[in-house]
Nanobody, 124 residues
Framework: EVQLVESGGGLVQAGGSLRLSCAAS????????RAWFRQAPGKEREGLSC????????TYADSVKGRFTTSNDNALKTVYLEMNNLLPAYTAVYYC?????????????????WGQGSPVTVSS
């Protein structure tokens, strides 16, 4: 059975940094789109970044360009999200997902597998 497990979330002060990881197991194929989403309190879930496991190409939402960086360790089937210069508005539950394509719209329909989320709280 496919499992995605996020880790690395927690409490951080504004301006600080965190590095999230998402370890996958049981993926039936080698090539996947690996994405990060977040859901802030009272808001819809939004896509943040996506990386193609086969070529390393990345896609970022405009809201996090220059602040977040995603990377992928193909051997470990693990993706990372480095979050820098964090703002209180970034407080949310962060999710990783694996799917078919890195859509520019971050359409959730393309992602069949999801982690349970890692809470991130950014204090002022």
């Amino acid at each position: 059975e496919v499992q995605l497990v996020e880790s690395g979330g927690g409490l951080v002060q504004a301006g600080g940094s965190l590095r999230l990881s998402c370890a996958a197991s049981g993926l039936p194929f080698d090539d996947y789109a690996r994405a990060w989403f977040r859901q802030a309190p009272g808001k819809e879930r939004e896509g943040l970044s996506c990386i193609n496991s086969n070529n390393g190409n990345t896609t970022y939402a405009d809201s996090v360009k220059g602040r977040f960086t995603t990377s992928n360790d193909n051997a470990l089937k693990t993706v990372y999200l480095e979050m820098n210069n964090l703002l209180p508005a970034y407080t949310a539950v962060y999710y990783c997902a694996a799917g078919t394509v890195c859509s520019l719209q971050f359409g959730e329909r393309w992602f069949a597998y999801w982690g349970q989320g890692s809470p991130v709280t950014v204090s002022s």
